[in-house]
């Protein structure tokens, strides 16, 4: 793409406390962005159980100007192909999710494709003949992505070639995956109850920056955390029900202490997750039934061990955020510099008790809701960010909070729950892949 942005430019809008407000404020910025970190990085397409059928398919973006569909096969394979007919280039499918019976029939000139993409039939081929055209040459097909890759189920996919595998990718915050599978009495989870599907008027960075920001739930939440002690109070003894679902709530008035105990672990590529031995979630009623299941399963001690790897978000820089104790995942998708939308999808575990996808979906309602309790508050400071960083004030904004130390460990970096770990992790991700040397 065009850009007149230098490599000494963009190096030095980010420095190890500070950060240019060009980066959520500058469209040409957003394209290198789109071009060199979604570009290159796996990118979260959907999960394998949203297509549980031969012919289903999802379709979702990996950049904003990549549509992709995720689609299974007769032989039972997931495939990620471009969402691009061969001939002229039309979308092959426009809906977000559907079924194709035996082949994607392109709807400008009607050419069909196997699942798998492969060209099957072109109406009229006779006026190809003796024209150089070849129906086999796979240019002709529709296209796979450069690499995909599925964990446990959660599909990923690249527009690098060289990227390394997703496994070595995904590194040590692998263990996250793992465990919200584990918390599965057959280690294995599907996506159920719908989706909350919300536009946001701001750059993307902001959501991924707020998760394992610990400094603003006491302030940005204090509110609602006081209504729901309110109305915790004003609860006679018999409403269990009442109680337990409006609790959900009190941990985002957690203390400063409690989150700097939970701790932030950073790792290559940008990933990192807050928690671990603790988290704002540890403190949940396991519910008998489930407890049971999980034992019967995996034993007594495995099954502690399972439980108390407590961590709060996990991202997967730069376009998944999940919660393993409560089983919801975010999904991230830029649109323009101060656009982008945000997908929660809930999943069921298999062999637990119906209870614990009511408890994931009422939390989703609660929290992650646009009409929720919590969402909303989190927005509207975003709102406020992108306004106010339009000033001409100042150029900067600050992430200094314990800077100079972190511990560096083997695969990881560790450090307190309150500090901007997360933010020295994610932007030397984000300077790795703007200088287009991340896999070199
Ligand atoms: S653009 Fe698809 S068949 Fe012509
Ligand atoms: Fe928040």
């Not at 997703?166 to 009495?185: E, F, M, Q, V």
């Not at 929720?372 to 509207?380: A, F, K, N, Q, R």
């Amino acid at each position: 793409m065009r850009t007149t942005i230098s490599h000494e430019e963009l190096d030095s809008l980010v420095e190890p406390t500070r950060l240019h407000k060009r980066l959520y404020t500058d469209p040409d910025i957003f394209e290198l962005e789109m071009e060199r970190i979604w570009g290159q990085a796996w990118i979260f397409i959907g999960h394998e159980s949203q297509v549980p059928k031969v012919g289903d398919y999802f379709a979702t973006n990996i950049t904003h100007k990549a549509p992709v569909i995720m689609v299974r096969d007769k032989e039972g394979k997931v495939h990620v192909l471009h969402n691009r007919c061969a001939h002229k280039g039309a979308k092959l499918v426009e809906n977000r999710q559907g079924n194709v019976r035996g082949a994607f029939r392109c709807p400008y000139h009607g050419w069909s494709y196997k699942h798998d993409g492969t060209l099957i039939k072109i109406p009229n081929e006779a006026g190809y003949e003796g024209t150089g055209f070849d129906i086999n040459d796979t240019c002709n097909n529709m296209q796979p992505v450069a690499q995909m890759g599925s964990y446990r189920g959660f599909v990923f996919a690249t527009l690098s070639a060289d990227a390394p595998d997703l496994k070595t990718w995904l590194g040590g915050a692998i263990d996250c995956l793992d465990n919200l599978c584990d918390r599965s009495p057959e280690g294995e989870v599907e996506v159920a109850g719908g989706v909350l599907r919300y536009e946001h008027e701001c750059n993307w960075k902001f959501i991924l920056e707020n998760l394992n920001d610990t400094m603003h739930p006491m302030v940005v939440h204090q509110s609602v955390v006081q209504a729901a002690k309110d109305y915790i109070d004003s609860l006679p003894a018999s409403a269990t029900r009442e109680r337990s679902e409006a609790e959900i709530i009190l941990p985002f008035g957690s203390s400063y202490e409690n989150f700097e105990e939970s701790g932030i672990t950073g790792f290559p590529y940008g990933h990192h997750y807050d928690g671990g031995k603790t988290s704002i979630h540890a403190k949940y009623t396991v519910m008998p039934a489930y407890h049971e299941a999980m034992v019967k399963a995996y034993g007594e001690e495995r099954t502690r061990d399972i439980y108390s790897f407590n961590t709060h978000n996990t991202l997967y820089y730069p376009s998944l955020t999940i919660k393993t104790a409560v089983q919801n995942i975010r999904v991230v998708r830029p649109i323009a510099v101060d656009r982008f939308v945000v997908e929660t999808w809930s999943f069921r575990l298999k062999g637990a008790p119906e209870e614990m996808l009511q408890r994931t979906l009422l939390y989703s309602r609660l929290i992650n809701s646009s009409a929720g309790m919590v969402g909303p508050d989190d927005l509207e400071v975003y709102r406020r960010t992108q306004e106010g960083l339009e000033s001409t004030a100042s150029d900067w904004v600050e992430f200094h909070r314990q800077y100079g130390k972190d511990e560096q460990q083997a695969d990881r970096v560790v450090g307190g729950g309150t500090g901007d770990l997360d933010m020295r992790t994610q932007y030397k991700a984000w300077k790795a892949y703007m200088s287009g040397e991340v896999f070199a």
